[in-house]
């Protein structure tokens, strides 16, 4: 359930809750399940398939399986066989969202993690004005604010938007490896 309300656009927070696209909020009310999608403002109660016929306004169930069986590269035979050039783009395309899906959830460690270490070096400040500043205090408090901006980004961006961020995860990650390897 959450990687197909990812891929349609649903935006989870960490507790596992979105803003329900059935109903007009602000706060998201509706928590999506492993394996199913319950709204506790509108009270939509659904599985995959009955969050995809009514995201969708599809007439059947059916439909809904189509779909998800086409966006989802699963190469079930839900009416009709397909070309094997079909089945070989369909791959395609799974492999490359499967290598995304990959990326993303390593570049939002690693942009998480710079951001919770650079809170704890602002805690390692001089205890009196005499005291040589820790370089880690010195770096935190010159990047502290960087972290926090890549972060809510990241979190705010879609899928184009957070490849672009790709060279300043890059950055981050070279510098997250330097310091394990110290
Ligand atoms: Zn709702």
Known sequence: MPTVARRYGLKINRAGMAICPFHAEKTPSAKIYRDGFHCFGC????????FTQRLFGLARPLDAAKKLNDDFFLH???GGHKSVNEVSEYRKRQREWEEYERWENEAWLMLSSYYKLLHEW???APRSPDDEPDPRFAYALGHAGYAEYLCEEFIAADEDGRKKMRAEVERVGGF???LTGD
Not at 43 to 50: E, K, L, Q, S, Y
């Open 43 to 50: 009270g939509v109660h659904a599985d995959v398939i009955g």
């Open 76 to 78: 079930l035979d839900v």
């Open 122 to 124: 602002r805690e390692i």
């Open 176 to 178: 997250l490896g330097g």
